[in-house]
């Protein structure tokens, strides 16, 4: 098992799954920006890695428009040096339009999290030596205003099949990379974590998740995280 078999198969999964009221647009990177998803696993995914961070899901402007974990395009384009064509969802929000590459507005959380890595490991190869990070779910979901509905916000009914694929997913993931940490960036995350790979010989933990929307993100994200890492057990360069 390998990350495209693993990629393809969660597609595969998620493809019939609906979502209803009020939820009205679901975007899927990972099939119209799969070119750029596909570089980012080439380059930077084979294993052995020594940490896995996993976020939630997508943010509009961050792995909507790249197809890249907290996929920020200036980071990805300047640091992780990906560059891809990307299409279009299905279907596309008036409010939450896709322009790839193009786009101009910018993810915080995404100059947040590569921001870290950039300042801390200097190049792409020394982060992704010991790290990886992955999406749980990649999955965007848009209410009628455009407003975004995190997964643990939807209906059991909903939610319950979106997690038994996401999981399975998560668990193949850790699998094939086989690091010794598994860590959730934020509550939601974590928990699925939690839950996955109990069984499995990782140590597992929770950071900061550094959306703007979170009160102590905007208090220091990088000395904070520094910090949590350590009291997990993972050194960083200094």
Not at 52 to 67: R, Y
Request: hydrophobic share 35%; aromatic share 10%; glycine share 8%.
């Amino acid at each position: 098992m390998n990350h495209q078999t693993i990629t393809d198969q969660l597609i595969k999964a998620l493809a019939p799954l609906h979502f209803g009221s009020p939820v009205t647009h679901v975007y899927n990177p990972l099939v119209y920006a799969r070119p750029a998803y596909d570089q980012y696993l080439a380059r930077f995914g084979l294993p052995p890695k020594e940490v896995v961070l996993v976020g939630m899901n997508p943010g509009p402007w961050g792995m909507v428009q790249t197809g890249i974990p907290f996929g920020e395009v200036e980071s990805v384009r300047d640091w992780l040096g990906i560059k891809a064509s990307i299409g279009k969802p299905q279907e596309m929000h008036p409010k939450r339009p896709v322009s790839g590459f193009d786009c101009s507005r910018r993810e915080v959380s995404g100059q947040r999290v590569w921001g870290w890595a950039r300042d801390v490991f200097g190049t792409p190869e020394r982060f992704f030596k010991r790290f990886f990070i992955a999406n749980y779910c990649p999955l965007a979901f848009i209410e009628k205003t455009g407003r975004n509905r995190t997964p643990d916000k939807l209906r059991a009914e909903e939610k319950n099949p979106l997690l038994d694929a996401c999981d399975q997913a998560l668990l193949q993931t850790v699998e094939y990379l086989s690091p010794r940490y598994v860590i959730g960036v934020g509550a939601f995350a974590a928990e699925r974590i939690n839950r996955m790979c109990r069984d499995l010989k990782t140590v597992t933990g929770r950071i900061t998740h550094p959306s703007p929307a979170n009160p102590l993100a905007n208090r220091g994200w990088s000395a904070r995280i520094t910090t949590e890492f350590n009291q997990i057990g993972i050194s960083l360069p200094v």
